[in-house]
């Protein structure tokens, strides 16, 4: 087990929360969701591209693919409310500590990259000294 990798008490809390491990296929191996798993966690702990992937969790192929899937299918969201209740339910989880900035600050339309004239076309002008300005 690497730095950073479920612990076996982790593990188990977030076990049930994930999709039935299938049965592996003609061909090649199933990768366990744990070993999966941690490299999905890998991944998001250094900010890495999933081509860097350790190879001790296996294919990053497989790895992009069920951290894709499982964010799809709302696997993540469903067990981190789980695990929340849980924690709640015990007493674990203080929710006075918790702080929520509700502040925003309104950006001036030149700071997206808007145009400094706002909607209205602009007008084409001719360099002064021109051919086209000489001959109007």
């Not at 479920?6 to 090649?28: I, V």
């Not at 191996?29 to 969790?57: C, F, K, M």
């Not at 069920?66 to 696997?75: K, M, P």
Request: one cysteine or more; glycine letters at 12%; proline letters at 8%.
């Amino acid at each position: 087990m690497a730095r950073g990798d479920l612990t076996d008490s982790e593990w188990e809390k977030l076990r049930p929360h994930l999709p039935p491990e299938r049965p592996p296929r003609r061909g090649g191996s199933y990768r366990d969701h744990r070993q999966v798993l941690n490299g999905i966690l890998w991944i998001l702990r250094t900010g890495a591209p999933w081509r860097d992937l350790p190879e001790r969790y296996g294919p990053w192929q497989t790895c992009y693919s069920r951290f894709r899937r499982w964010s799809e299918a709302g696997v993540f969201q469903r067990a981190l409310q789980s695990l929340q209740a849980q924690a709640d339910a015990k007493g674990d989880i203080d929710w006075k500590a918790t702080a929520v900035d509700g502040t925003y600050i309104k950006a001036h339309p030149h700071a997206a990259g808007a145009r400094k004239g706002g909607l209205r076309p602009q007008r084409r002008r001719t360099p002064k000294g021109s051919a086209g300005a000489e001959a109007g």
